[in-house]
């Protein structure tokens, strides 16, 4: 049962990453310098595909919708982690924390249904190329970002119905540098298992079944790719598109099943998995992509030569 007399907690203390001001330091410099390369990368992709009247393709609206969700995603937590290093004790409030944790399960969430559209999208390409503008276009693509948002912020509320009941009246220290449900949930003075249980199914169970049908969907792309196409130009590009949409899936996917597809027990891994979860891995995954498409890194560059690097004529 629920105490029914407690003293509400108005605010949580977080842990951080670590407690050497040393290893503080240096990690500071590290996620700071990181963050401040690769944000402005990120941007300079959104610019380009925005700018360049080359790169109209539901594709390339897609991918900046991509990185847009990136930078936000990981913007999220990253501002706070960093100014936390400089601070002896590391707080949050109740209301920041419920905010934070519906930012992170907002954008997560939609970035993971948006993930499933750029799949769409790519079945489109290579199964119907004859019938891909017709079937990918402007309106269906902004329809299906619109329904990613709705479904992450659907999804997130649901998560902050659940913590936001639950009653907390001590401790209130957080073994992490930001607010999630893993974490929150093990301090409540109730029994959460009920809560566990749904929070499991709809971030755990919806991890794994998205992640197992995005690989069958690229290894059937890639499987047909390989049988009905031969070795030019356009194959290989859209094989190396695959390959990067694969590599994204992976990198989203992968921290995010071992965060919430378990119990809600302490690891000695969660801290680092939640670090290229929420930091490391939204930033690169424009970049990881754009690595690989030509157009997109020629477009790039052709706008950074016209309107940062102006040459005299």
Not at 12 to 27: A, D, I
Not at 33 to 46: D, V
Not at 107 to 132: K, Q
Request: charged content about 15%; proline content about 4%.
């Amino acid at each position: 049962m629920e105490p029914t007399n407690y003293t509400r907690v108005t605010e949580f203390v977080l842990t951080g990453l670590s407690q050497t001001r040393e290893v503080q330091l240096v990690l500071f410099v590290i996620f700071l310098s990181f963050y401040l390369f690769i944000l402005p990368g990120n941007i300079l992709i959104i610019c380009t595909i925005r700018l360049d009247p080359h790169l109209t393709s539901p594709m390339y609206f897609l991918l900046a919708n991509l990185a847009f969700l990136d930078i936000w995603y990981s913007s999220i937590t990253a501002p706070k982690m960093l100014v936390d290093f400089f601070v002896e004790r590391k707080i949050i409030s109740f209301g920041g924390c419920i905010a934070q944790l519906f930012f992170l399960h907002f954008v997560g969430a939609s970035e993971m249904f948006l993930l499933t559209v750029m799949a769409f999208d790519r079945y489109a390409a290579i199964c119907r190329p004859l019938h891909y503008a017709t079937i990918m276009n402007r309106r269906l693509c902004c329809i299906l970002v619109a329904l990613s948002w709705i479904g992450g912020f659907i999804h997130s509320v649901i998560q902050v119905a659940l913590i936001v009941r639950l009653p907390f009246c001590g401790p209130n220290e957080l073994d992490s540098y930001f607010c999630d449900i893993t974490q929150v949930v093990r301090i409540a003075c109730a029994n959460t298992f009920p809560e566990e249980l749904v929070m499991i199914f709809s971030s755990g169970l919806i991890s794994v079944v998205c992640f197992i049908a995005l690989l069958m969907s690229y290894a059937f792309l890639l499987a047909m790719l390989k049988k009905h196409s031969g070795s030019g130009e356009s194959t290989s590009r859209a094989m190396s598109t695959c390959y990067s949409h694969i590599t994204i899936v992976v990198l989203m996917f992968g921290p995010s099943i071992y965060i919430y597809a378990r119990p809600f027990d302490a690891f000695s891994l969660d801290k680092v998995v939640s670090v290229f979860h929420t930091v490391i891995f939204p930033l690169l995954n424009p970049i990881i992509y754009t690595l690989r498409n030509k157009e997109v890194k020629t477009a790039v560059r052709k706008l950074v030569n016209r309107y940062i690097f102006c040459k005299e004529k």
